[in-house]
């Protein structure tokens, strides 16, 4: 048995019990979390944070999944891709802007291109420069200069996971997708 094999996304059956409730949220609804369900107290711990950096940032909607594409792109994490190619259309992003996200930052619109910048920045020096953390501060303020790297962070750690598990597209995701391809 390979790594790869060893942590597939949980079935209800197989279920954690000391997570039982989770199953009915948001952990049970995506495979990303039903793989972390292989770690029960992480799943647990997550919850607070994930609520947080998705549904509560300073960064909104479309800026969230914009560092969160960047993110996919910088991971290689095809599972965070597609998936946020989903999200970011269902909250008004249109496809060309979003294929943007995949190339140099230079031709990004200009709110984009901070945001991405400062992704790339985290990425190859684990710090923003000076210039990007002022563009980003009068852009989306302190608190989503911390939302930022926060999310930068809590998406890592799942393209690590997703990565490592090659945990598979959802479903549902993978033929809305089939359906109406990135063009």
Known sequence: MTETQAYPPLSDADWPDEIAGMRAGFAGGLNVYRTMAHNPALLAAWADLREHVVNRTALGKQGSEVVILRTGVRLGSEYEWRQHVSRARKCGMEDARILTLRGPVEAM????????????????????????????????????????????????????????AATPLDDDIAAELAARPLT
Do not use: C, H, K, W
């Open 109 to 164: 619109a200009p709110e984009d291109a901070v945001l991405a910048q400062a992704v790339d920045e985290l990425f190859a020096e684990a710090r923003l420069s000076e210039a990007t953390l002022s563009a980003m501060a009068g852009q989306v303020g302190r608190a989503g200069v911390f939302d930022l790297m926060a999310t930068v962070g809590f998406y890592s750690t799942l393209g690590f996971i997703l990565n490592t």
